[in-house]
């Protein structure tokens, strides 16, 4: 079946650390892959994606992704965190099809102290 | 605000009634999606609209549920006979046809059923 595992449920950091967020999905063929975010009390705001191309991908507020297809990973990293990172981030894939139906994982609760 | 807009934000109901859920999405977006989010998980992919059709549905999605979009721009989700199992947040999402692009969220219809 068509799955993503986020593999931290809390992350608890201090400002100023780096972060790395673990994500992995089943094989299916063709993907595409997205980093959601969610600042509470608002609506899921997408971070990143990678349709094709580069591996490497650069979102929003300095957060990338990397695309290692040998591990179907999409893990999302960013050097230095900051308070107002505190959100739940979610990995989320689309399989090769016309739906483009997201498949989430879990979420990560981030925590971020000052 | 062109955004996603879903009404009503929080829903409370007794169970056994029926309720109905609004979603406007974005103007010019023709495929529009229902998730539902249950606490400690990610969305959950219920239906799939392009334009007025109702191209796809999730074995999540029983008989008691039914969603529509007439005129291929609104949409409304119905459950009947409410379960204190549906209790959950609904989300819809809208997106574009025109190749590779990324769905929008709306705050999503917090549902709870005493």
């Known amino acids: 079946a068509q799955s993503v595992s986020q593999h931290n449920h809390h992350v608890i950091l201090s400002e100023a650390a780096s972060l790395e967020l673990g994500c992995n999905y089943s094989y299916g063929g063709t993907v595409n892959l997205f980093w959601y975010v969610q600042y509470p009390g608002q609506h899921l705001q997408l971070l990143l994606k990678?349709?094709?191309?580069?591996?490497l991908v650069k979102g929003i507020k300095g957060f990338e992704a990397e695309f290692i297809k040998s591990k179907f990973s999409f893990n999302l990293r960013k050097p230095s965190v900051q308070w107002s990172d505190t959100a739940e981030y979610f990995c989320a894939v689309t399989y090769g099809g016309a739906t483009n139906k997201l498949i989430f994982g879990t979420g990560t609760l981030l925590a971020v102290q000052p | 605000d062109t955004g996603v807009s879903q009404d009503p934000r929080h829903k409370i109901t007794k169970r056994g009634q029926n309720v109905t859920f609004r979603c406007d999405p974005i103007s010019e977006h023709n495929r529009l999606y229902w998730y539902r989010q249950t606490l400690g998980q990610g969305p959950e992919f219920l239906t799939y609209?392009?334009?007025?059709?109702?191209?796809?549905k999730s074995r999540l999605l029983s008989d008691r549920f039914s969603a529509e979009r007439p005129k291929g721009s609104f949409s409304t989700l119905e459950i009947q006979r409410t379960e204190q199992g549906d209790s959950a947040m609904y989300l819809c999402?809208?997106?574009?046809?025109?190749?590779?692009?990324?769905?929008?969220f709306g705050q999503g219809t917090r549902l709870t059923v005493v």
């Open positions: 609209f392009q334009n007025e059709a109702q191209l796809e």
């Open positions: 990678y349709f094709s191309g580069d591996p």
């Open positions: 999402a809208s997106s574009s046809r025109q190749g590779n692009t990324e769905a929008f």
